[in-house]
Nanobody, 124 residues
Framework: QVYLIESGGDLVQPGGSLKLSCAASGIIYRVDHMGWYRQAPGKERELVAVTSNTGTTTYLDSVKERFTITLDDAKRRVYLQMNGLKPEDTAVYYC??????????????????WGRGTQVTVSS
């Protein structure tokens, strides 16, 4: 079993900073990519940032220059440093990962995994 555990969500004032962390647990052989999505009330889930084991990184246009994603492949962790937070960044942030992991005694499989989410609220 693979689990993604997020942490770091909180209530912060506009202009403030937060750092989200996501740790993958399980028997993991390879990380293809890890990233963050968010979903605000009444809106669809959207990609915030994703980074691969080759260093390729993609950001949502509205967070460029404010958010930074980093991958610690050896520790199976991904971080999202968020600076200059705005009320429109308020959402539940979900960790996503594509991993090769052991699924039973004989087999491994490449699959997408999701965390349960962490709430980020930006408000004065």
């Amino acid at each position: 079993q693979v689990y993604l555990i997020e942490s770091g969500g909180d209530l912060v004032q506009p202009g403030g900073s937060l750092k989200l962390s996501c740790a993958a647990s399980g028997i993991i052989y390879r990380v293809d990519h890890m990233g963050w999505y968010r979903q605000a009330p009444g809106k669809e889930r959207e990609l915030v940032a994703v980074t691969s084991n080759t260093g390729t990184t993609t950001y949502l246009d509205s967070v460029k220059e404010r958010f930074t994603i980093t991958l610690d492949d050896a520790k199976r962790r991904v971080y999202l440093q968020m600076n200059g937070l705005k009320p429109e960044d308020t959402a539940v942030y979900y960790c996503n990962a594509r991993l090769e992991a052991r699924v039973n005694a004989r087999d491994t499989r490449v699959s997408d995994y999701w965390g349960r989410g962490t709430q980020v609220t930006v408000s004065s």
